[in-house]
């Protein structure tokens, strides 16, 4: 069964500090991965996309990774700031409808000054 | 800005209203969808348009309606809705897989409430 799975469910750090969120999939076969940020009420805004052959990716503070064999990833967030208060959700497009995207259940990241 | 725009931004119907939803995008995108999200929750899969065709119904209720006139167009057509219907809609589009790497662009959300 095609799944995405993200952890932590919620999570509340300083500003300034440093986070790091994880998505693990299960969907087959793979064509990229994407973390989305979603302010409350608005639609998401894609952060970054991570295809088959790509490692590491950065834009800005968030820097993505991503593990093929182990098909995980992980969204790293620098140095954070109150704007980062938000839902990061991991999306997942592939198995064999290829207009089908899999979400994951969001990571509530609260940021506190 | 989201370059996939949604109107109205906020419905209020009652259960026997007939009303629409409407999105639009000029990217060229040839396959549109359209996503419910309840609160706390991701958004939830309802309809996608590839090459303005239904490909992908997935089990909605009759009473939500889509309908894709052309390739910029994407409307949702509501009717005898329930209060538990009330939810942020999402219109999305991207590029089908074989043209690119298929970010899907969201609108902006209508918000939906059914009295």
């Known amino acids: 069964k095609n799944q995405v799975e993200q952890s932590p469910q919620s999570l509340i750090i300083l500003e300034g500090k440093n986070c790091t969120l994880q998505c693990n999939y299960t969907v087959s076969p793979f064509s990229n991965l994407r973390w989305y940020k979603q302010d409350t009420g608005r639609g998401p805004v894609s952060l970054t996309i991570m295809t088959f052959s790509e490692n590491t990716k950065s834009n800005g503070r968030y820097t993505a990774t991503l593990d093929a064999d182990t098909k995980q990833s992980s969204l790293h967030i620098t140095a954070s700031q109150l704007s980062d208060s938000a839902s990061y959700i991991c999306v997942v497009r592939g198995g064999y409808n290829f207009n089908k995207f899999y979400f994951g259940s969001g990571t509530k990241l609260n940021v506190k000054p | 800005d989201t370059e996939v725009t949604q109107t109205p931004k906020h419905l209020v119907m009652g259960m026997t209203n007939k009303k629409s939803l409407k999105c639009e995008q000029h990217?060229?995108?040839?396959?549109m969808y359209w996503y419910k999200q309840k609160a706390k929750k991701p958004p939830e899969l309802m309809f996608v348009y590839s090459y303005e065709k239904l490909s992908i119904n997935e089990s909605v209720p009759s009473r939500f309606s889509p309908e894709c006139p052309n390739s910029s167009l994407l409307n949702l057509h509501l009717h005898a809705l329930q209060p538990e219907d009330s939810a942020l809609y999402l219109c999305a589009s991207s590029q089908v897989l074989e043209r690119g790497t298929g970010e899907l662009f969201f609108g902006e959300g209508s918000r939906l409430t059914v009295l």
């Open positions: 990217m060229g995108h040839r396959a």
